[in-house]
């Protein structure tokens, strides 16, 4: 079978930061450290004025077909996976294609374009569209741009604006891939779910709380049914890193651990770690439900505090999370800078990672799981040596409280206010204003 996977990625984050534990939590009466330790967060992303859910996708599409030495004929497919999309009808990926026809020779008339919607799944849903077009052979010759963009933004005083961010990922998907190759096989996990939906409104409505359980849920749905594909379970040992959709850090701390307990299950680690603090209950030994989980909750406290959890989560888990700490969640993009963080950290340590595993594990609210493999490839090291995350990390226009509020109310659909944006853009497509049906308009500033 043709090998398929991502090639490259790039990756664009709003231009201001809101420092959560510094800026935010006095503001709001919080302990800073319900940020950094509970949620696991120092900052969130912000777009200027001028930025949004085109032009932050735009821009990182440039970045990657520019590196590339890409033109619009090389590009069969550009899909946008989006769950801030500001029109019906017209899709995000028209309006990026637009940018980008501003820049380069040619135009992406024969492109296929849509628009993915399952909240924050659909990014990895769309790089699964590519994977089929291309398996297909009904590509051309021709790659994928997927991009995931969003602004992640809550309703001002409400318990998610605490998990806020604003952010994009282009990733090019292709034959013989130089970072990943994808798996055939996937795990899904699927229900009717309502724990977190945008009823034509901007801003969410979202049970919190919930939502933690239903992604819990149906991830371990998604795991058994990985492994039925498989037809053999998980090994703790199999992958080298687990990139998890990262709404915030203290989230995949949960799905660590349950991961780890459900993947442990009758494998040599689970005799090790079973001399310390016995085997974990299996649910055939208890007369009710209750009884059961109330066995699984102290073996979880306790699983946690091994050498053998606590080492795997370090290697495994810990460096994925580096890029969501500083930006908070991008939704669509999330798990794929997840993915992308732990390929960083792997390269400044100097690993050799080439043919190595990673379990990548997508969820979007409403709600669905989806875990597959990834294999890195031998380019790998390259294609994120070419990242330039950490230095538009630290350009980000740091707001304080007052000027953050303001930037929410400039992005609020509702309200019209004209705020001064607090960046000069430079070599980037901007917001530039509205056309005769309402329509967006984007330019291009040298
Ligand atoms: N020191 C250390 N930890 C602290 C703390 C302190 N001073 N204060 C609070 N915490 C911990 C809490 O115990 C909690 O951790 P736990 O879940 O392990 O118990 C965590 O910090 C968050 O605190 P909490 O009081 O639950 O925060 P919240 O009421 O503001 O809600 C969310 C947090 C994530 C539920 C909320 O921001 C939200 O709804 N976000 C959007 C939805 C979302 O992202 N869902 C995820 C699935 S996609």
């Given at each position: 079978?043709?090998?398929?996977?991502?090639?490259?990625?790039?990756?664009?984050?709003?231009?201001l930061?809101?420092?959560?534990?510094n800026?935010?939590a006095?503001?709001?009466?919080?302990?800073?450290?319900?940020?950094?330790k509970?949620?696991?967060?120092?900052?969130?992303?912000?777009?200027?004025?001028?930025?949004?859910?085109?032009?932050?996708?735009?821009n990182?599409?440039?970045?990657?077909?520019?590196?590339?030495g890409?033109t619009?004929?090389?590009?069969?497919?550009?899909?946008?996976?989006?769950?801030?999309?500001?029109?019906?009808s017209?899709?995000?990926?028209?309006?990026v294609?637009?940018c980008?026809?501003?820049?380069y020779?040619?135009?992406?008339?024969?492109?296929n374009?849509?628009?993915?919607k399952?909240?924050?799944?659909?990014?990895?849903?769309?790089?699964d569209d590519?994977?089929?077009?291309?398996?297909?052979?009904?590509?051309?010759g021709?790659?994928?741009l997927?991009?995931?963009?969003?602004?992640?933004?809550?309703?001002?005083?409400?318990?998610?604006?605490?998990?806020?961010?604003?952010?994009a990922?282009?990733?090019?998907?292709?034959?013989?891939?130089?970072?990943?190759e994808?798996?055939?096989?996937?795990g899904?996990?699927?229900?009717?779910?309502t724990?977190?939906?945008?009823?034509?409104?901007?801003?969410?409505?979202?049970?919190?709380?919930?939502?933690?359980?239903?992604?819990?849920?149906?991830?371990?749905?998604?795991?058994?049914?990985?492994?039925?594909?498989?037809?053999?379970?998980l090994?703790?040992e199999?992958?080298?890193y687990v990139?998890?959709h990262?709404?915030f850090?203290g989230m995949?701390?949960?799905?660590?651990?349950l991961?780890?307990?459900?993947?442990?299950?009758?494998t040599?680690?689970?005799?090790?770690?079973?001399?310390e603090?016995?085997?974990?209950?299996?649910e055939?030994?208890?007369?009710?439900?209750?009884?059961?989980?109330?066995?699984?909750?102290?073996?979880?406290?306790?699983?946690?505090r091994t050498?053998?959890?606590?080492?795997?989560?370090?290697?495994?888990?810990?460096?994925?999370?580096?890029?969501?700490?500083q930006?908070g969640?991008?939704?669509?993009?999330s798990?794929?800078i997840?993915?992308?963080?732990?390929?960083?950290?792997?390269?400044?340590?100097g690993?050799?990672?080439?043919?190595?595993?990673m379990?990548v594990?997508?969820?979007?609210?409403?709600a669905?799981?989806?875990?597959?493999?990834?294999?890195?490839?031998?380019?790998?090291?390259?294609?994120?040596g070419a990242?330039?995350?950490?230095?538009?990390l630290?350009?980000?226009?740091?707001?304080?409280?007052?000027?953050?509020?303001?930037?929410?109310?400039a992005?609020?659909?509702?309200?019209?206010?004209?705020v001064?944006?607090?960046?000069?853009?430079s070599?980037?497509f901007?917001?530039?204003?509205?056309?005769?049906?309402?329509?967006?308009?984007?330019?291009?500033?040298?």
């Open positions: 079978m043709t090998s398929v996977g991502i090639d490259a990625v790039e990756v664009w984050t709003g231009k930061k809101l420092d959560l534990p800026t935010f006095p503001q709001k009466g919080d302990d800073p450290e319900k940020y950094t509970g949620l696991g967060l120092e900052a969130s992303s912000f777009p200027d004025t001028y930025e949004d859910i085109v032009t932050m996708g735009a990182a599409a440039k970045r990657l077909m520019d590196r590339k890409l619009p004929a090389d590009i069969g497919r550009i899909d946008v996976a989006t769950e801030s999309a500001f029109d019906n017209k899709p995000v990926s028209t309006y294609a637009g980008l026809e501003q820049v020779d040619g135009d992406f008339h024969h492109a374009k849509g628009e993915r399952f909240a924050c799944v659909a990014g990895t849903q769309s790089i590519a994977y089929n077009w291309i398996a297909a052979g009904r590509n051309r021709l790659a994928a997927v991009i995931a963009t969003d602004t992640a933004l809550y309703a001002r005083d409400s318990s998610g604006e605490a998990t806020q961010g604003a952010g990922v282009a990733m090019l998907i292709d034959e013989d891939p130089n970072l990943v994808l798996s055939h096989e996937q899904y996990g699927s229900a009717d779910e724990d977190f939906l945008k009823p034509q409104q901007q801003f969410p409505s979202v049970d919190g709380k919930r939502s933690m359980q239903v992604y819990l849920a149906r991830m371990r749905e998604a795991v058994e049914d990985l492994e039925a594909q498989l037809d053999e379970p090994h703790p199999d992958f080298v990139p998890f990262t709404p850090p995949v701390r949960k799905a660590g651990l991961g780890y307990r459900h993947i442990l299950r009758d040599d680690i689970e005799d090790e770690v079973a001399e603090i016995g085997r974990q209950p299996r055939e030994s208890f007369d009710d439900r209750e009884s059961y989980e109330e066995a699984i909750q102290s073996y979880m406290d306790e699983l946690k050498e053998q959890y606590r080492s795997w989560y370090d290697a495994t888990i810990e460096p994925t999370l580096n890029i969501s700490r930006v969640n991008w939704y669509t993009g798990v794929h997840a993915r992308a963080s732990a390929l960083q950290a792997a390269a400044e340590a690993r050799a990672l080439t043919g190595e595993r379990l594990a997508s969820y979007g609210s409403g669905q799981a989806e875990v597959h493999a990834e294999t890195v490839c031998d380019g790998w090291r390259e294609e994120i990242l330039t995350i950490d230095e538009q630290q350009r980000r226009y740091d707001l304080s409280f007052e000027e953050y509020e303001r930037v929410h109310d992005h609020n659909h509702d309200l019209d206010t004209e001064e944006e607090f960046t000069q853009p070599g980037e901007v917001h530039a204003g509205w056309g005769r049906m309402n329509e967006r308009k984007y330019e291009y500033v040298e």
